[in-house]
């Protein structure tokens, strides 16, 4: 389930998990501990400088409106071009 915070208490909140990566919340007694969630497919092209290349030149191809065809990339991609 997904819960949306705003406001006063979004601020709250992310003052908790900007000062510990693992927060436990009270809550009427009963402790909840709050991690936040690690986005493995961002880790992998942060860490991967071809990847993350090939993913700046295609927003880059989106924004200026460059279109290829499945026909088009599999020649590239035959050609060793990607």
Do not use: C
């Not at 693992?22 to 880790?43: A, F, R």
């Not at 942060?46 to 880059?60: G, N, V, Y």
């Not at 499945?70 to 060793?80: P, Q, R, S, V, Y």
């Amino acid at each position: 389930m997904l819960k949306k915070l705003e406001g006063n208490d979004a601020e709250l909140f992310k003052e908790w998990i900007y000062e510990h990566k693992d927060t436990i919340v009270d809550v009427e007694g009963k402790h909840y501990l709050v991690k936040p969630l690690s986005n493995i497919v961002q880790e992998e092209i942060e860490s991967d400088s071809e990847l993350k290349e090939l993913i700046m030149q295609a927003k880059r191809d989106i924004a200026e409106g460059t279109l290829y065809s499945t026909d088009n990339l599999i020649e590239a991609i035959e050609k060793g071009k990607l």
